[in-house]
């Protein structure tokens, strides 16, 4: 089992960037793990962000984030990362990462995912 906290999350103009942490803890490497970011906002449902294999070496990304945002991990420090560029209002969600146990692919969808964070607030103001 794992755990997973986010954090990172705030307020910011459109325009602005802003980097999401999701800090694993349990009793198995962080490798073993494919890692995923999702968002929702109110009234919406789960939507994928982007997705990283266990060794980093694969990365998969929704279409709306036209290059904008990157995902990356540190299997040292037990972290995957989001760094947002050029965000829009239209980002504002709460953002959630999710890990997969299982390391070789990248997985989109969100019943794929057997362990979920609580989540980080992003707010972009026009």
């Known amino acids: 089992q794992v755990q997973l906290v986010e954090s990172g999350g705030g307020l910011v103009q459109a325009g602005g960037s802003l980097r999401l942490s999701c800090a694993a803890s349990?009793?198995?490497?962080?490798?073993?793990?494919?890692m995923g970011w999702f968002r929702q906002a109110p009234g919406k449902e789960r939507e994928f962000v982007a997705a990283?294999?266990?060794?980093?070496?694969?990365?998969y990304y929704a279409d709306f984030q036209k290059g904008r945002f990157t995902i990356s991990r540190d299997n040292a420090k037990f972290t995957v990362y989001l760094q947002m560029n050029s965000l829009k209002p239209e980002d504002t969600a709460v953002y959630y990462c999710?890990?997969?146990?299982?390391?070789?692919?990248?997985?989109?969808?969100?019943?794929?995912?057997?362990?979920w964070g609580q989540g980080t607030q992003v707010t972009v103001s026009s």
């Open positions: 990283i294999t266990g060794t980093g070496t694969m990365k």
């Open positions: 349990g009793r198995r490497t962080f490798s073993d793990y494919a």
């Open positions: 999710a890990a997969h146990s299982g390391r070789s692919s990248v997985y989109r969808r969100p019943y794929e995912y057997d362990y």
